[in-house]
T-cell receptor, first 112, second 113 residues
């Protein structure tokens, strides 16, 4: 059973546009929601994370929006750049961080 | 930058061979993990460890085994590889302060013919 569902599977955005990736979860015990960025041939790296006590977190061009009642969260990439082209994974964990559950990934292609 | 290393990066072997994927980290992290990653699929946790002599199976059943004799070393072994084991294997660790961040290696891509 997939704990975190992610969409879309792939996304093409023009340079300067907004990229939006969505995730949904069922387990209300999750209380930490990170996004990871993975470039080809590399391991995933933490991009930004949020806890459910806030509805939004922004770091530079990257913003997480969190809707606790809907059990959904999304990543927004403003002013998308070709260098943002990568695969993005959402994830969820409980407070002890012993396990992380990942979405299936979104391959983002930003066209110049 | 995280210091977690995986070897080999790529491995092509025949069915029935024994293989060991190496993972080492120099950050002194207690928690370490092995994830299996297939194209278009989520990362599946197959093994994790809280520290030396601690190993647990993850949510995805795997025929592989792991050991944790030293803090910095978390190897994964397949006694008899089969084509169904073809996948990318990612090793990760997390710091003791529970920051929630996973540090990943670059992965080992295994192909079993």
């Amino acid at each position: 059973q997939q704990q975190v569902k992610q969409s879309p599977q792939s996304l093409i955005v023009q340079k300067g546009g907004i990229s939006i990736i969505n995730c949904a979860y069922e387990n209300t015990a999750f209380d930490y929601f990170p996004w990871y960025q993975q470039f080809p041939g590399k391991g995933p790296a933490l991009l930004i994370a949020i806890r459910p006590d806030v509805s939004e977190k922004k770091e530079g061009r990257f913003t997480i929006s969190f809707n606790k009642s809907a059990k959904q969260f999304s990543l927004h990439i403003m002013d998308s750049q070709p260098g943002d082209s990568a695969t993005y994974f959402c994830a969820a964990s409980m407070g002890n961080f012993n396990k992380f559950y990942f979405g299936s990934g979104t391959k983002l292609n930003v066209k110049p | 930058e995280a210091d977690i290393y995986q070897t080999p990066r790529y491995l092509v072997i025949g069915t029935g061979k024994k293989i060991t994927l190496e993972c080492s980290q120099t950050m002194g992290h207690d928690k370490m993990y092995w994830y299996q990653q297939d194209p278009g699929m989520e990362l599946h946790l197959i093994h994790y460890s809280y520290g030396v002599n601690s190993t647990e199976k993850g949510d995805l059943s795997s025929e592989s085994t792991v050991s944790r004799i030293r803090t910095e070393h978390f190897p994964l072994t397949l006694e008899s590889a089969r084509p169904s084991h073809t996948s990318q294997y990612l090793c990760a660790s997390s710091p003791p302060l529970n920051t929630g961040e996973l540090f990943f290696g670059e992965g080992s891509r295994l192909t079993v013919l």
